[in-house]
């Protein structure tokens, strides 16, 4: 046991005395999160459009005052006619041009019925979609409001809801997938370098002719990690939750397990990967190839599982990630207990198990 | 104390150690010594329970290497070839460390490093990685005996380190051996083997030799003289032509030959130097030493 604490203690000297090593764990996380939360957002905000209006009457100056009052849209330009509107696309500022017909007040007020044609840019295809999905709500709303007295023919007009996420936030996706990646990130990487370091720096032969017996050597070198990785998850859901507004609606205490749980799992990786690494280059790059992308592309965190290709899906199954992001989201957004979350918690569980089994068969207690 | 019997060893198709048997006695301060590349480190690391032997066992203090490994290494010191302390701790962090690992504390074996350890205690706040070579040596042997070892074994301790420093790290070694401790020590330099209670010559996974520094050269049958003039270049290759030498190595500012009987003498070999244009041409018969030793058995060995 004194072993063990002489051995931690060490560990941390060099964590804390090599300004990578902080860098990596407290300066990427926040930074990461940051990029995450603003840049890489699905959300609308403000996008540029203009507008080409034939017909200037009251109800599409009320329209276009709807749009851009929104806070989805800014007015980049009023066209005159339809000839601008293929310059203007090309030029790359806006994404949607609305176009009111001639008389459209006038028509609508006779017929019932005007047409407005919606633009989008679609060489942002997503966008274009959301784009034109608002705009067409925005002009529902508005006609619904305006003509509710009216006699328009019977419909039937759905209501959505967002569940979860009403405002469709991308920062509700993208918190728990960045603390999935982090998280991965430090306990794997970092673990599989610093023990793959005391081999390529020779310490391990000492600490091998040592009596510590290897799962001192494990413990010990994994125990900081675990300790520094439960205080990364902390600083991520806190900053969710002071920045973005992401709420943890379920039991804190069940989040914090399955965090820890997918910690021991990463730490778990990492040292399977230094077992089977004999430089810290290596390490490395085995972390990053097996690790962050497929964590980053295949585990739900971007793109979402029931898209892929059915071999993906599959192979998706095999991401420790997918299972922790899959956890989080339904204890944070859905606020659900531990009888839903069950078999993600299981599933990760047995992971960690398969690779420390693994690890321990393979680690050697000599230097072949 | 540590005795190796037949030890094999190969690293895929090269093999490093050829079946090597030695017996180091306890108390012994003994030699390893041979030029790199020979085997010393696969030997060493396999006495330490490192590696595991191909063919043949070993046993340090009536322990097998494989078999008690676990308990030998409670009891054995060991300091490897390259500097392996945490450059990014202090000499004090790092001595608490291994003392931590052994169970034991700086204060409780003090006795054992105090002589060394002193001499870089003013220096205890410094991080390891930024000592001399020198200290970064001592810094090592304090953190291999901290654990009270009854048997020490050092890889290649003076390689690299000035000849100051050598020096006083074979005085160390010298006073370790006297508070009883076994020590087996391997080195590339031929004159510590004087240093050594015995020595084992080792070279090309063989051992050649095995004795006292003195016996060793003592055995030495052929006759050896020194010789030197003012091109000796062409006099390595006028000796090498001469019928009665058997071998000529630069030694310093010296030659050394052999010759293959006695039937020529000095004055004779003068002349033969003379009559091919040699000016200032000395040449005394001497005492062979390690390395002339060495060279001979490595010659017989070869063929």
């Known amino acids: 046991m004194k072993q063990l604490r002489g051995f931690i203690r060490k560990e941390f000297h060099h964590i804390f005395r090599d300004s990578r090593t902080m860098l990596i764990l407290f300066g990427i996380p926040i930074i990461q999160l940051l990029l995450f939360g603003y840049v890489i957002t699905t959300e609308i905000k403000d996008a540029r459009i203009a507008i080409l209006d034939k017909s200037h009457d009251e109800v599409t100056r009320e329209i276009t005052h709807k749009l851009l009052s929104s806070g989805y849209f800014r007015l980049d330009a009023m066209l005159d006619n339809e000839g601008q509107i293929d310059n203007i696309f090309r030029q ?61 023919p019977l419909e039937i007009k759905p209501q959505v809801r967002m569940l979860f996420n009403e405002s469709l936030m991308g920062a509700f996706t993208y918190v728990p997938g960045t603390m999935a990646l982090i998280l991965i990130l430090i306990s794997a990487m970092m673990t599989s370098i610093t023990i793959v370091r005391e081999k390529e720096m020779g310490t391990m032969e000492i600490l091998l002719v040592s009596p510590l017996k290897s799962h001192h050597i494990i413990i010990g070198k994994v125990a900081p990690y675990l300790i520094l990785s439960i205080l990364n998850a902390l600083i991520i859901i806190g900053m969710g939750y002071l920045i973005f507004g992401v709420p943890v609606r379920g039991s804190f205490i069940l989040l914090m397990f399955v965090v820890i749980v997918y910690i021991l799992l990463a730490l778990s990786l990492g040292i399977l990967i230094s077992t089977i690494s004999d430089s810290q280059v290596k390490a490395m790059f085995v972390s990053v190839m097996i690790l962050m992308l497929p964590t980053i592309l295949l585990s739900g965190f971007i793109y979402p599982i029931d898209n892929m290709p059915v071999a993906l899906q599959v192979f998706s199954n095999i991401m420790p990630a997918r299972w922790f992001i899959e956890a989080v989201k339904a204890v944070m957004l859905k606020g659900v207990g531990t009888g839903y979350i069950w078999k993600q918690i299981l599933i990760m569980t047995g992971m960690t198990i398969l690779f420390l089994g693994i690890s321990v068969k393979k680690f050697k207690l000599r230097l072949e | ?188 330099y031929m004159d510590e083997a004087n240093l050594c209670d015995r020595v084992a010559l080792i070279q090309d996974g063989n051992i050649l030799t095995i004795n006292t520094p003195e016996r060793v050269t003592q055995n030495h049958e052929s006759i050896l003289w020194a010789v030197r003039s003012d091109n000796m270049y062409l006099c390595i290759r006028d000796l090498r ?55 001979d058995l490595m010659q017989k060995h070869d063929n």
């Not at chain 1, 017909?101 to 997503?126: C, H």
């Open chain 1, 92 to 152: 790359g500022n806006i994404k949607e041009v609305v176009v009111f017909e001639q008389n459209f007040g006038k028509k609508l007020e006779r017929d019932g019925k005007a047409d407005v044609q919606v633009i989008t840019d679609a060489s942002d295809p997503n966008t274009a979609q959301l784009l034109s999905n608002y705009t067409n709500a925005i002009v529902q709303d508005y006609l619904q409001k305006k003509f509710v007295n009216y006699k328009i």
């Open chain 2, 1 to 188: 104390m540590i005795s190796a019997e037949n030890i094999e060893k190969s690293y895929g198709e090269v093999k490093a150690l050829r079946g090597v048997s030695l017996e180091v006695k306890e108390g012994e301060l003994f030699g390893l010594i041979g030029p790199d590349g020979a085997g010393k480190t696969s030997l060493i690391r396999i006495l330490v329970t490192l590696l595991k032997p191909d063919k043949g066992s070993a046993t340090v203090n009536q322990l097998d290497v494989v078999d008690d490994f676990r308990k030998l290494r409670k009891q054995i010191g060991y300091m490897p070839g390259r500097f392996s302390l945490y450059p990014d701790l202090s000499v004090e962090e790092n001595m608490t460390f291994f003392a931590t690992v052994f169970g034991t504390t700086i204060e409780e074996n003090y006795h054992l490093v105090k002589d060394i350890y002193q001499q870089i205690e003013p220096f205890k706040e410094r991080l390891a990685g930024r000592l001399s070579g020198g200290m970064k040596q001592k810094l090592a042997l304090s953190c291999a005996l901290i654990h009270a070892p009854k048997v020490l074994v050092l890889d290649e301790p003076t390689t690299g380190v000035d000849a100051v420093s050598r020096k006083e790290f074979w005085e160390m070694l010298k006073r370790l051996q006297k508070m009883g401790i076994t020590i087996l020590v391997s080195t590339p």
């Open chain 2, 241 to 295: 032509k001469h019928p009665g030498v058997k071998t000529v190595f630069g030694f310093g500012e010296f030659l050394h030959i052999t010759l293959r009987d006695n039937t020529i003498s000095p004055t004779a070999l003068e002349k033969y130097l003379k009559e091919r244009c040699h000016t200032n041409i000395a040449i005394n018969p001497i005492e062979p030493g390690i390395e002339d030793v060495f060279m």
